[in-house]
Nanobody, 124 residues
Framework: QVQLVESGGGSVQAGGSLTLSCVAS????????MGWFRQAPGKEREAVAA????????RIAGSVTGRFTITRDIAQATVHLRMNKVKPEDSGMYYC?????????????????WGQGTQVAVSS
């Protein structure tokens, strides 16, 4: 089992920056891929970014490429999502996810472990 706890959400103006963090705990928390998903009201949940358990590989959604960066502190079992140049369409609930399978950690329909989410609101 893996437990995920997000932090860092809040309100930010368009063009600004925000960093989300997710701490993983549990027996396999150090050997599991982790990612971020988001869901806006009335829309389906979508993958934003993912990082391998060793931190050497990442995957970023096209909608945030060049603006968002995912990093991992292996010792602290923590993943960060740095959001730069945010846009109003980046608003939504951001969820931390984790899975032992690299393909599933970028698939909102298949990802195994979920945090409770942290809200991001971007004003224009």
């Amino acid at each position: 089992q893996v437990q995920l706890v997000e932090s860092g959400g809040g309100s930010v103006q368009a063009g600004g920056s925000l960093t989300l963090s997710c701490v993983a705990s549990g027996a396999i928390s150090h050997t599991i891929h982790m990612g971020w998903f988001r869901q806006a009201p009335g829309k389906e949940r979508e993958a934003v970014a993912a990082i391998t358990y060793g931190g050497g590989g990442t995957r970023i959604a096209g909608s945030v490429t060049g603006r968002f960066t995912i990093t991992r502190d292996i010792a602290q079992a923590t993943v960060h999502l740095r959001m730069n140049k945010v846009k109003p369409e980046d608003s939504g609930m951001y969820y931390c996810g984790a899975d032992a399978d690299w393909d599933r950690v970028f698939d909102p329909a298949k990802n195994t472990y979920w945090g409770q989410g942290t809200q991001v609101a971007v004003s224009s």
